[in-house]
């Protein structure tokens, strides 16, 4: 089983690629980030945060089912936007308010290949965003004006002991 892949390391500001074969090696991968998500304590873990650049991301909010995104893309959003506090399996020990919208639709393919849309608000459609931000190379204190990011940053690499 892998291990999360942390600030500093520099796949995690690279877009992933997509995935082409449903076969038995994704659904073995699917296992194993909801293990590590799990193990971790996280609500959501994108394949980049354990080094594989895949468009994939699982997510396991309190009260609802397990949930698999390959491929995703966001088609449609609320105007109405929400501040919230964010955290992250990749830089642990760091959180802070991020806006995002309220509602969001997305389109993705299940593990077996299968296209689904679905709409999601709250939590729910907070953690989509997050995770999908990931594979498409973006952090949360990415979306921080500069100065509060700067700040988060070096309180994270003061926490690390670097």
Known sequence: MSAIITLGDERLKKPSVSVSEFDEEIRNLIDDMFEIMAKGKGIGLASVQIGLMRRLFVCHIPRDVPRIFINPEIIETSMEQIDYEEGCLSIPGIN???????????????????????????????????????????????????????????????????
């Open 96 to 162: 802070s308010d991020v806006i995002r919208p309220m509602y969001i639709k997305i389109q993705a393919w299940n593990e077996k290949g299968r296209p689904f849309t679905i709409e999601a608000e709250g939590l729910l459609a907070r953690v989509i965003q997050h995770e999908l931000d990931h594979v498409n190379g973006i952090l949360f204190i990415d979306r921080l004006e500069k100065e509060k990011k700067e700040k988060l940053i070096k309180e994270y690499w003061k926490k690390a002991g670097v």
